[in-house]
């Protein structure tokens, strides 16, 4: 295959473009335009097409996406349809019917999966969920937004971080220009999920045994506002952090304290002395629902964090991970500058509803506060939240 072009992508397409064949036009010049520069064969590219109005229709599939011709003729044969946009929908059915194995996808084999969704207006029904879906099955979506697409609904099904998945575009008539940068998107995308991945974390592992000490709380979200299975991506999140580092007593201690309306000690620094029985300990914690209450808990965690400098004489590096999804109900200034005054490293990490600048005050510097849009986006951070503690010694 020519360059980074081993991957499934599938162009979504809001086809009901009312009223000008023109505009339909420039849509079908740019997909002829990309196509013609990817290198489309069985085992390098494949591209699936997906039109889409009030009702989707799989206009070819990956496993018959596999000859460049074929494909711009499809392109080619594309029609305006009426209707209204339904792109919630559209993206359940390319989740359920596009990238499955047995309609030609090739997730199995670690190949990069790719959705493109074109779209120029609002959709009529709810995209979050459908997209969250699409996300955690391993598919990295890039929205392209023209005329009056809707930035908020974008940045819901794009994946993170969102300036390098979402274009937005006045006209249609933009789209012939934003075609080498679309490309470049493309080609950057694969590149990363083939061979970026895993260098770093292995880069990351090597990078952070050598924070030989320190001592880390993590300050847990469970309110009720969380649904189950986003709880459980926390955990997950969470885990894969703390696996990077050295669990021992001398060296890296973690502990943690789940919140909302009032805090629970899930477990002392000192309990766990091995990344085993650390990740466990997090699996069982449970949710506890409720409100908000961040500002008290980052009090309770604080004695915490004192307790544990004292036990080793003041000298080793103190963090506090901080991860929510709402607005504080109670005020957050004064235990953050306590927090602060005890040259605590706090990271902030907000995922949905959380306040930007509740993050920013938490955390104090803003390259300690972390925003995500969705809680499978976690994972998307994760590298560089290790990289941040690290560098702090």
């Given at each position: 295959c020519q360059g980074p072009s081993v991957a499934d992508v599938v162009f979504l397409l809001d086809v009901s473009i009312n009223g000008s064949q023109e505009n339909f036009d420039y849509l079908k010049e740019f997909l002829e335009e990309s196509v013609?520069?990817?290198?489309?064969?069985?085992?390098?590219?494949?591209?699936?097409?997906?039109a889409y109005s009030n009702e989707t229709k799989v206009i070819n599939s990956l496993s018959r996406g596999v000859n460049k011709s074929e494909v711009l003729q499809y392109i080619q044969n594309l029609s305006p349809q009426a209707g209204n946009a339904y792109t919630g929908a559209a993206i359940r059915k390319i989740g359920k019917e596009v990238f499955l194995a047995q309609n030609g996808s090739r997730k199995n084999q670690g190949v990069p999966q790719i959705a493109v969704l074109v779209t120029h207006r609002p959709s009529e029904d709810n995209v979050t969920m459908a997209a969250v879906n699409l996300r955690r099955q391993g598919v990295a979506i890039f929205t392209m937004g023209i005329e009056a697409a809707s930035d908020s609904q974008l940045?819901?099904?794009?994946?993170?971080?969102?300036?390098?998945?979402i274009s937005k575009l006045k006209t249609f008539s933009d789209l012939a220009a934003h075609n080498q940068t679309f490309l470049k998107k493309l080609r950057k995308?694969?590149?990363?999920?083939?061979s970026v991945l895993s260098e770093r974390t292995e880069s990351?592992?090597?990078?952070?045994?050598?924070?030989?000490?320190?001592?880390?709380?993590?300050?847990?979200?469970?309110?009720?506002?969380?649904?189950?299975?986003?709880?459980?991506?926390?955990?997950?999140?969470?885990?894969?952090?703390?696996?990077?580092f050295n669990i021992a007593p001398q060296k890296v201690r973690v502990g943690a304290v789940q919140y909302a309306d009032s805090w629970d000690l899930e477990f002392e620094i000192n309990k766990y002395s091995n990344k085993h029985d650390l990740g466990k300990a997090i699996e069982n914690i449970r949710q506890m629902g409720g409100n908000t209450n961040t500002g008290a808990a980052l009090n309770f965690t604080l004695g915490l964090l004192q307790k544990a400098k004292q036990q080793r004489g003041n000298r080793v590096p103190c963090h506090l991970v901080v991860l929510t999804n709402g607005m504080s109900k109670d005020s957050i200034s004064e235990p953050a500058n306590r927090l602060r005054n005890e040259l605590i490293h706090v990271h902030a990490i907000g995922v949905k509803e959380a306040n930007r600048t509740q993050l920013q005050e938490i955390a104090g510097k803003e390259k300690r506060v972390?925003?995500?849009?969705?809680?499978?986006?976690?994972?998307?951070?994760?590298?560089?939240?290790v990289q941040e503690i690290c560098a702090e010694e």
């Open positions: 013609s520069a990817l290198d489309i064969k069985e085992n390098c590219m494949r591209i699936g097409l997906v940045e819901k099904i794009a994946s993170h971080p969102a300036e390098q998945y995308q694969i590149t990363h999920t083939v990351l592992k090597s990078g952070c045994v050598d924070t030989e000490e320190a001592d880390i709380y993590l300050l847990i979200d469970g309110s009720g506002s969380i649904r189950a299975t986003d709880f459980q991506e926390m955990k997950t999140f969470l885990s894969e952090v703390v696996r990077m972390y925003y995500v849009h969705d809680f499978d986006a976690l994972k998307n951070i994760r590298n560089q939240v």
